[in-house]
């Protein structure tokens, strides 16, 4: 039980179960989305002005808001449709964001109200990073891995090679107002995705990961409650579980690639995809639970007669196991 994938998946499906009990709430066999938006919401922007380079590059170095990124659609984002892309290429330095407080300072200093306890409160939640990390790996092709993609590969690279193309931008901590007047505090989505839709048209996707906090306090996600606003906003909403981003961040990038239409094969390919419940998550050869915080950490292999899912631990030792 030395191994770190096996250390940490017993960890966090204890922590889980904890969760469980404090709120009475079934969390292993919950959906992995909690929220969905009604309907794709396709924004029109005007052709090339001028190049606004410069936009995008303040939205991807800093934590980017609603103002500076509508500024930027306003003014005829040429980058659109160019086949450029801003991801982050230095990890670290997002994952210090992650972090509330940083993004209410940022809130503040763009003029939203925050009150100074949110500023002193060093807020980290688990899943986020998470799910940051496995978006940053699938986008860096670090996790190409993740899907098995035997059957059909030509198939499969061509609508791999498509949706990638038109994500455009990914930022972290990006904020919203959360009514028409700056006297409320904002909504800090965990994610945003930019992607382009047709030419000189956008989805702006946000990403709320709906932490355990927010049900141990007997709440539940803030910006479900407020989709019409953010709808009328230009936004597509996401709540995803936190406690799904812990266990698995991978599946839950591609569910989301899947239920935004953005890349629909995302799931069936995904090693692990049938996987109905938290409890499932168990390895083919040791029985200890698992988790997907590396994309190899799931492997499929033969046991016998039959094809399990086992820890890469457990596929790498297996001939001196058995
Ligand atoms: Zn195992």
Redesign the pocket.
Known sequence: MEAQE?KRAVKIHDYIEKLEKLTSLSLKSSPVFLGLPSQKLILQIPERIKPCYEYVEQLYEDISEHDSLFKALRTGWGYINQDCKIVPNNKEQYFQQLNNSYAFRIAKERGHLVPDCLLEKKQFCYGQYEAYYAMHEIFQSNALGVWSMKPDSHNFRHTYAEWYKNVKLITSQFVVPSSRHKNSIPYIFDQLWVVSHNTNQVRLLGLEIAGENQFLNGGQSKTLRKNNYLKELGYEMYQVASWWCRVDPYRVICEFLNLSGIFPDATKYLIGSELNSIDEYV?G??S?PMVRWDWDWIQKCVVGDSTVL??K??VNHREFIS
């Open positions: 096996i390895c050869i040791c200890a086992a820890h631990h457990c």
